[in-house]
């Protein structure tokens, strides 16, 4: 089952957007973004120039969300999903290709690769906090 279509769209058309992780006790890390691409579907990988908490967050637990919204049409959503830390292979050298279109002279250390686990709307309203994706059976 395919991610919304709007979700998606947002997705191939990002800015910057927020990826949020835990340490081991618990406490948050939420840190700006601009290296995201899509991967498959449900699938993102995002490039590491900058990362220290938010890789080892993830190294030890394997949990993230990301936070992205359109400034022009207020439309936000949350994404919840499983995330890995990469220095090798398909995720990883297709983040690095398109890392190095953007940026060819920045240094670059691995891909975080998060696969979406939910979506929810995040857009003031009735529907804050709805899931969106996937749906119920």
């Given at each position: 089952m395919s991610i919304p279509e709007?979700?998606?769209?947002m997705l191939d058309s990002?800015?910057?957007?927020?990826?949020?992780?835990?340490?081991?006790?618990?406490t948050p890390n939420v840190?700006?973004?601009?290296?995201m691409w899509r991967l498959e579907d449900d699938v993102l990988v995002i490039g590491d120039m900058f990362m220290k908490q938010t890789k080892e967050n993830i190294q030890n637990n394997g949990k993230a969300g990301?936070?992205?919204w359109d400034d022009k049409t207020r439309?936000?959503?949350?994404?919840?999903g499983e995330a890995?830390?990469?220095t090798e292979g398909e995720a990883y050298e297709f983040c690095l290709k398109k890392f190095r279109e953007?940026?060819?002279?920045?240094?670059?250390?691995g891909a975080v690769v998060f696969k979406i686990v939910s979506i929810h709307e995040t857009?003031?309203?009735?529907?804050?906090?709805?899931?969106l994706w996937p749906e119920e059976a």
């Open positions: 709007k979700v998606g769209a990002w800015r910057t957007f927020a990826l949020a992780t835990t340490d081991a006790d618990g840190s700006p973004m601009m290296q990301i936070g992205i439309e936000s959503y949350k994404l919840k890995r830390y990469d953007k940026k060819p002279t920045a240094q670059f250390f857009t003031s309203g009735k529907r804050a906090g709805d899931k």
